[in-house]
């Protein structure tokens, strides 16, 4: 096969100062036309400084050495003239946050077809011609529609479509996709994974996609390639990496993710109820100055229970009321009707002070550490300013936060720190801790573990694992990812467009799914026939 891309030798020094001396170092490896080649690795292994070291987007302070060739010709010595000549039209990147990467002034339809205008001489009848059958081919039904719209009227997966159609409209020979999926619930993950793979293999591209999800790499890899810390340290055939790594590295990766198959329920039948819902339901009102306002029903009569000590994991894709009923539970958002309980005492009927005192009953721990932390506040003081409102004094709120730190597996000092001198799974543990200095009945988890690396990611679900066994913690754990909630949770409720369509134990959900929409929903999670827990165990018996 032709190579499209060729990687040799490349080095890429980082400024004097930081806590090692190179993003990348002597990297090589081949994208061939034809083939998709994944680049594996943690947050911090050099993946994204090799993409934008490829695309010449690197910042300039930052000087490459070694060889980069798109079919042929050396990219480190190109000219900035000549890598805009060769972005989109030889080779294009897909981002892995649409939202960001999109102009949000400009609709969707004149972004794609900026492109064309910029780089073709075509009138622009034909660029909108061209622009339409993209949008097309991408999968947008309603072009006309989506043409005029602008990136914020758009769902996650119709940006990454528009993305998609920006990258593929001048049919570039490599296409670079950095993690394009992450942020994607299931079923919209898997129509964008295989739109990629349709269109590489009609035009017999080259692809180097860029994940840290070993579900994906199983289901579109040919090749993979694995950095730590910079550094090449595995690459080979897809079925060889995945069955027979040879890298402890490789080895600690795959075992880090989450089986499909469920773990055994702790759930005590016999338990009293700590937490229930009967008839939630929440209507937004949407519209505005020059539209109808209409009423959208994101959570309608939702009915769930959780015993004591029990977590019920809400499933389902973005947009179908999970975090709407939380945000409702925790009366962080206002019911539109319905009754909640936690324990004998019913919640959507409170207000005011009243509401207050309950209020550290039932504690939140979001999607993203890094929003959920004030910057400008050190660790301590946001850990204590709960126990405190509540009646603590500073010393015992400090000796609390300074056990709860220990707790999940930080040192006492982290409390003089601010939240940017972590990592995302540091602030992750941070945010449980905060949650936990509130000794809560009840422990809401939007998302924990959705942003992590596979390998930080285990390590939150494990310290999850033993907040509950030593604390018998009642939890409510929302996710998108059903290999995280077969690990996590003892029962799952199901919700689709703000109504739940299944809720029962979490095998019998996994073994023998009664509606369609759980049926869809498994059978689109990618690497769902690997068995990755298995060989989790093959591994700790090397």
């Known amino acids: 096969m032709t190579a499209a891309l060729e990687v040799a030798h490349l080095t890429v020094a980082l400024p004097a100062g930081g806590e090692r001396t190179h993003a990348v170092r002597d990297v090589s490896f081949a994208v061939n036309r034809g083939e998709i080649v994944c680049l594996v690795g943690e947050s911090g292994s050099g993946k994204s400084v090799t993409a934008q070291t490829v695309m010449g987007l690197l910042p300039r302070t930052l000087r490459p050495v070694g060889a980069v060739r798109l079919e042929g010709e050396e990219i480190l010595l190109a000219g900035e003239a ?31 077809d900026e492109v064309l205008a910029t780089h073709t001489p075509l009138g622009a009848a034909a660029r909108r011609e061209k622009t339409f059958a993209m949008l097309r081919r991408v999968g947008i039904a309603d072009a006309e529609r989506i043409n005029a719209a602008y990136p914020h009227q758009l769902s996650g997966g119709q940006r990454q479509r528009i993305m998609i159609a920006m990258a593929l409209v001048l049919e570039p020979v490599l296409l670079i996709a950095d993690e394009p999926t992450t942020a994607l619930d299931v079923t919209t993950q898997a129509q964008i994974l295989k739109l990629i793979q349709d269109i590489q293999r009609e035009r017999g591209m080259a692809v180097l996609f860029i994940t840290h ?34 890298h402890a590295y490789t080895r600690t990766l795959i075992a880090s993710v989450p089986s499909m198959v469920p773990r055994a329920s702790l759930r005590d039948t016999s338990a009293p109820v700590m937490l229930r819902t009967e008839n939630l339901t929440k209507v937004y009102a949407d519209g ?41 539970i925790a009366r962080l958002i206002e019911p539109t009707a319905g009754r909640i309980w936690l324990g004998p005492d019913e919640l959507a009927a409170m207000s005011g002070r009243r509401l207050r005192k309950h209020r550290r009953r039932i504690q939140i721990v979001f999607q993203d550490p890094y929003r959920s932390l004030n910057p400008r506040r050190k660790v301590g003081e946001s850990i204590i300013e709960g126990p405190m409102n509540f009646g603590l004094s500073r010393a015992e709120a400090v000796a609390r936060a300074a056990g709860l730190l220990e707790f999940v597996r930080l040192d006492r000092n982290a409390l003089e720190r601010f939240p940017q001198e972590f990592s995302g799974g540091q602030r992750q543990r941070i945010c449980i801790a905060r949650a936990l200095a509130m000794e809560p009945e009840l422990l809401i988890a939007d998302e924990p573990v959705s ?82 827990g298995a060989f989790a165990h093959a591994v700790a018996g090397r």
């Open 451 to 532: 942003a992590l690396d596979v390998s930080v990611q285990a390590q939150v679900l494990r310290l999850f694992a033993d907040v509950r066994k030593r604390l018998g913690l009642t939890m409510l754990f929302i996710t998108h990812d059903l290999r995280v909630a077969a690990q996590v949770c003892d029962t799952v409720a199901v919700m689709q467009r703000g109504k739940v369509v299944e809720h029962g134990e979490v095998a019998r959900i996994f073994s023998d799914p009664q509606h369609a929409y759980t049926r869809a929903l498994i059978e689109a999670a990618p690497g769902r026939h690997w068995n990755f």
């Open 213 to 246: 999800d070993f579900g994906v790499v199983s289901e579109i890899a040919d090749r993979v390639a694995v950095l730590r810390l910079g550094e090449l340290v595995e690459l080979g055939a897809m079925r060889d990496v995945l069955m027979r790594p040879r």
């Open 82 to 112: 000549r890598l805009r000549d060769l972005r989109t039209t030889r080779m294009s990147m897909i981002f892995q946050e649409p939202m960001t990467a999109l102009n949000p002034v400009m609709t969707c339809g004149d972004q794609v």
């Open 288 to 328: 505005g100055l020059f539209r109808k306002r209409r009423p959208v029903r994101a959570a309608e009569a939702v009915s769930i229970e959780i015993r004591r000590g029990e977590v019920l994991g809400i499933v389902g894709e973005s947009g179908s009321g999970k975090s709407t009923v939380a945000r409702c």
